[in-house]
Nanobody, 122 residues
Framework: QVQLVESGGGSVQAGGSLKLSCLVSTHIDKSCMAWFRQAPGKAREGVASRNWIGTAIYADSVQGRFTISQDTAKNIVYLQMNSLSLEDTAMYYC?????????????????WGQGTQVIVSS
């Protein structure tokens, strides 16, 4: 069973930055890794995904502000979040799958973490 554990969430003022981490219990060098988020009362949204050759795709709402990266040797995936706004407040989830197509489609992802809360205040 693959386990994902997120960390790094917290409270930050608008305009600030946070870096989320996701520790994966298995090798991620051939996996599609992604970050999702879910705000209260809203559907879960795919924020960013990254395939094993390093190609990343982002939601329009975070393009240019968020960066997904990974340390394959440590099996950690990161989400660097800059210029945070109130609209970025949500529970953030790390997810993974081993399929060949790496998108931000929720249904593709087999493994999920428990989430880490991000709160952005004015």
């Amino acid at each position: 069973q693959v386990q994902l554990v997120e960390s790094g969430g917290g409270s930050v003022q608008a305009g600030g930055s946070l870096k989320l981490s996701c520790l994966v219990s298995t090798h991620i060098d051939k996996s599609c890794m992604a970050w999702f988020r879910q705000a209260p009362g809203k559907a879960r949204e795919g924020v960013a995904s990254r395939n094993w050759i390093g190609t990343a795709i982002y939601a329009d709402s975070v393009q240019g502000r968020f960066t997904i990266s990974q340390d394959t040797a440590k099996n950690i995936v990161y989400l660097q979040m800059n210029s945070l706004s109130l609209e970025d407040t949500a529970m953030y989830y790390c997810a993974a799958h081993s399929g060949k197509i790496c998108s931000r489609r929720e249904a593709d992802f087999e493994y999920w973490g428990q989430g880490t809360q991000v709160i952005v205040s004015s």
